[in-house]
């Protein structure tokens, strides 16, 4: 078995100081920068994409029990990703923009945590899962009512669970799920609702994506943070300030698809690098 490094490079340290110091970054954070909060990530050495299948998006719209399933696990699963706090890389994210030296924050994650954190217009480009939309009539609201509704239908319905999915559902027996009920939207009583997320198969809205491009157009450097790169959904912030030229860092624990497009690449956990980080450039 491989090692974990468990501190950074003092030569790559320094280069990724630097680089952040000169200011203008644009951070792109994923799913490896919540591991410590509790939420495990897709890709990782211990990620959930190896001993399970996220909903789709077209199973999602087009069948019914696979929707019902996907509430009744999200209705568990949520109160975890509710009570996650903010660890110490997205702390250290924060720091760096009340610094000044971060220009904008575009997240892979739809847990909230950098803006609990005190990061400041922060784009989620797969959206965030305390909200809810209407496939009816597209209302948006927020996810604490359907879950105060949802508790008053199912008030037996909780099953303990040690672990939740990056997309905020949980795995439950097949058994439990006729227990489950399920609620319309509140706005025309009509529609089902989706978390404001975009699930695997969907496409990221095209002006949030054209959103994205110009942040990084703009940024000095591009700072990617636990991700592995490993979808173009994220990957193409990278091709596109490679094309233009502007320096990229990332800071992930292991290989990822991006390793040969970025100027400096720390090996580390996040929670001790950024912190770090961030001493290091108050210093």
Same mark, same amino acid.
């Given at each position: ?5 468990? *501190?950074?490079?003092? @030569? ?16 792109? +954070?994923?799913?490896?920068? +919540? ?7 897709? &890709? ?24 019902? &399933?996907?509430?009744? !696990? ?23 923009? !009340? ?10 994650? *739809? ?8 990061? &400041? ?17 597209? @209302? ?69 994506? @054209?959103?994205?491009? +110009?942040?990084?157009? &703009? ?65």
């Amino acid at each position: 078995m491989t090692a974990v490094p468990t *501190v950074a490079d003092p @030569d790559t340290l320094d280069a990724l100081t630097g680089l952040v110091g000169d200011g203008d970054v644009v951070v792109l +954070s994923g799913a490896g920068l +919540s591991t410590d909060s509790g939420i495990p990530d897709y &890709r990782g050495a211990t990620g959930s994409l190896r001993r399970h299948t996220p909903m789709t998006y077209q199973t999602f719209l087009r069948d019914p029990r696979g929707r019902h &399933r996907y509430w009744a !696990r999200s209705f568990v699963g949520w109160r975890q990703i509710r009570e996650a706090r903010p660890n110490a890389g997205h702390r250290a994210v924060a720091d760096l923009q !009340r610094a000044g030296l971060v220009a904008g924050v575009i997240t892979q994650n *739809v847990d909230g945590l950098h803006q609990a954190a005190g990061a &400041r217009d922060v784009v989620e480009l797969h959206g965030g899962l305390d909200r809810t939309v209407c496939l009816a009539c597209g @209302d948006v609201a927020d996810r604490a009512e359907l879950d105060q509704r949802l508790r008053m239908v199912n008030p037996h319905f909780g099953p303990h669970v040690d672990e939740v999915n990056p997309d905020g559902d949980a795995e439950l027996p097949d058994e439990l799920l006729d227990g489950f009920v399920m609620v319309d939207c509140g706005a025309c009583g009509r529609g089902p609702l989706k978390p404001d997320v975009v699930f695997f198969g969907e496409t990221v809205p095209r002006d949030r994506v @054209d959103v994205c491009f +110009s942040l990084v157009e &703009r940024a000095g450097s591009l700072l990617v943070l636990g991700s592995s790169l490993t979808v173009m959904s994220g990957y193409r912030f990278v091709l596109r300030a490679e094309k233009l030229g502007i320096p990229v860092a990332l800071v992930n624990l292991g290989p990822t698809r991006g390793d040969a497009k970025v100027d400096v690449r720390v090996d580390a956990p996040l929670g001790t690098v950024l912190p770090d980080l961030v001493r290091r450039l108050a210093a």
